[in-house]
């Protein structure tokens, strides 16, 4: 399994500002996410946060909004940048690990979440 | 785009079993079917996958059709805890990504 941690659990920001989310993992792991999740709605896949690259994007979601970083196997951080109103969402910062007890297939775990108001 | 469809909402008394339906009729034949839920204010939470047959852990049952165009979560005696949003997931093979549906809103009051 993977214990996720991410920072601020929640925060209220002015427009125009950027926020970084930060997502620390207890173990190494390749394959980590960020994903959005608007106000009563399901979650939207937003980034692949690749070690040692560039992150790669889902449609509909670019680097000068959302720029990641992803410096070493336990960390990544995604950026929130010129909020608007339209951001305040729920970001999840997500891994998977492949686990041969669970029918070898990989398992994904999730953080808590960062609660984001833009007002 | 998802490549499941859900029920929007279910209700369930405590103590009775959860059935949870999911259609996912242009399932690939390597790729499996992932339950996750979420607790409100949490993160999304595994509970089963299978590929082709039905499986049994300490969460829930998962019972997949033979053509495996659909599947069914079972919660055997669901608990007020058990609310929660219960996405059906079939993990696509070409991109190895779980894309999220809108999944089933599942109440269960006492």
């Known amino acids: ?119 | 785009d998802a490549k499941t469809t859900q029920p929007t909402s279910m209700d369930c008394a405590e103590g009775r079993a959860a059935n949870l339906p999911c259609n996912h009729s242009t399932i690939s034949g390597n790729e499996y079917v992932y339950w996750y839920r979420q607790i409100h204010s949490q993160g999304p939470q595994y509970i089963i996958h299978g590929l082709k047959n039905n499986e049994t852990n300490e969460m829930a049952s998962l019972i997949i059709t033979e053509d495996r165009k659909s599947s069914t979560l079972i919660l055997p005696h669901a608990t007020l805890r058990d609310t929660a949003v219960y996405y059906c997931i079939v993990r696509d093979s070409n991109t190895d990504k779980l894309i999220f549906g809108t999944g089933t809103r599942l109440q269960v009051f006492p």
């Open chain 1, 1 to 119: 399994s993977a214990v996720i941690s991410q920072k601020p659990s929640r925060d209220i920001c002015q427009r125009g500002t950027s926020l970084t989310i930060q997502c620390q993992v207890d173990s190494q792991v390749t394959m980590m996410f960020w994903y959005r999740q608007q106000p009563g709605q399901s979650l939207t896949l937003i980034a692949t946060a690749n070690q040692g690259s560039e992150a790669t994007y889902e449609s509909g979601f670019v680097i000068d909004k959302f720029p990641i970083s992803r410096p070493n196997l336990t960390f990544s951080t995604l950026t929130v940048s010129n909020m608007s109103p339209e951001d305040s969402s729920i970001y999840l910062c997500s891994v998977e690990i492949y686990n041969p007890d669970r029918g070898s297939v990989t398992e994904a775990f999730f953080g808590q979440g960062t609660r984001l108001t833009v007002v």
